[in-house]
């Protein structure tokens, strides 16, 4: 199947409108690659996506719903999941919830900024350089083999 999102010659995935250098991708199946995250929330939020490209998860053919889900199996509690229970994040969204559609993820900035000042914790959440998520790239794709 080739589409897309499958690497480029020029060592590139796609992600929607970005280019992901391949040195961010940890891992890869026929259907499904995972990388590293630019602003991750918490040490191991990574991000697992469909070579082809699609904008629901019911677009997505029972193949590549299988695949997808399949890569996300292979992720441990290293990843940050604090409940030791399977479970999806959800945002429930309506028509004009926010004047822009992306507005929602500075509202969830602004959530995890009030939580970090409940709990105290110093770091602020920002972009990595290139050398960072390589490394952390370079870390799990070991683990994947």
């Not at 602003?39 to 939020?45: Q, S, Y």
């Not at 019911?58 to 229970?85: F, I, N, R, S, Y």
């Not at 959800?90 to 926010?98: A, Y």
């Not at 602020?124 to 083999?145: H, V």
Request: proline share 6%; hydrophobic share 35%; aromatic share 8%.
């Amino acid at each position: 199947m080739c589409n897309r999102a499958e690497m480029s010659m020029e060592g590139y995935y796609t992600f929607g409108p970005h280019k992901i250098d391949a040195k961010d991708v940890f891992y890869t199946t026929q259907l499904s690659f995972a990388m590293v995250n630019l602003r991750p929330a918490l040490p191991g939020h990574v991000l697992i996506i469909p070579k082809r490209e699609v904008k629901r998860v019911a677009d997505l053919t029972a193949e590549e719903t299988c695949d997808l889900w399949l890569t996300a199996q292979k992720d441990g509690p290293e990843a940050g999941q604090t409940v030791p229970h399977v479970h999806i994040h959800i945002l429930p969204r309506k028509i004009g919830d926010f004047e822009r559609n992306d507005d929602i993820y500075e509202a969830i900035d602004e959530k995890e900024k009030e939580l970090k000042r409940k709990l105290d914790i110093e770091k602020e959440r920002k972009d990595r350089s290139s050398e960072e998520r390589i490394q952390e790239a370079n870390a799990y794709r070991p683990l994947f083999l």
